[in-house]
């Protein structure tokens, strides 16, 4: 019992009843009557706001975290529903691809009738280090692909498959010089020999070279190939941006803007067989 005399709780309990008799003399003094309720309502208000404010702030918590939660699953159902609208865009996209690729080739057969094309072919990878951009696609042999093959697009010439595996073929294009191929003007049947020429391959453009210096041949021209063992007649090859005599002056050569640019293309299609083609087999 002494202890609990000398500890704070009694020191702390005397000067609560201090201040209350403090009040009540007071209220004596000044009034002449005292009231204990009040006096109690008054000593307790501090305690009251500080439980006020607990509550309310609590409440705001509540509230807040419970918003909080309430958007977290709002924001999970948009981002649900946006994926799946994102899958269908996609899909859609493939699909119109799809439909354009076929499209496509509809319209190659019909254009070339004794001609064999190949499914619709994609690029899958380009070849970095060579500077005349060959590039890899997604067919092989299992899909009848063969060496010296030539490929093309619905606009155009744009190489030959050099090299296959049973599911991948390496295509040189049109910049490189190996790929020496036979053309005529469309408008005048002027022959040449499109090869290509490092200097002009930043421009999509390739030479026509051997065109005798009489030869009817202008800008604008469209050039496309005469026919052979290689290449079926009356594949595009571009459009002549410029004519100019040879050093020599015996002879002239022309620039042609190829219609198909090697580097862009993403799609395209192998010539798998045609009237006149050379047997890659044969010795």
Known sequence: MKDFFSSGKF????GLCAVIIGMMVFSLINEGSFDLTAIFSYASTPFSKVSTDIESGF??????FTNAEKNKLENETLKAQLDALYKRMSDYDDIKREN??????????????DITFSRPCDVIARTVADPYLSFTIDSGTDDGIAPFDPVVTENGLVGTVTSVTRTTSTIQTLYSPKSAVSVRVSRSLVRGIIE???KLVDSATVRMNYIDKAADIVVGDVIETEG???YPPG???????AVTIEDNGLAKFAEVKLLVDPEKVSSLYVITKFNGQADASAP
């Open 228 to 230: 052979s063992e290689m």
């Open 196 to 198: 290509g020429d490092i």
């Open 11 to 14: 020191k702390i309990l005397i």
């Open 59 to 64: 409440s705001d918590w509540l509230s807040a």
């Open 100 to 113: 354009e690729e076929l499209q496509a080739l509809l319209g190659l057969k019909e254009r070339y009738e």
């Open 235 to 241: 594949q595009i090859i571009g459009i002549v941006t």
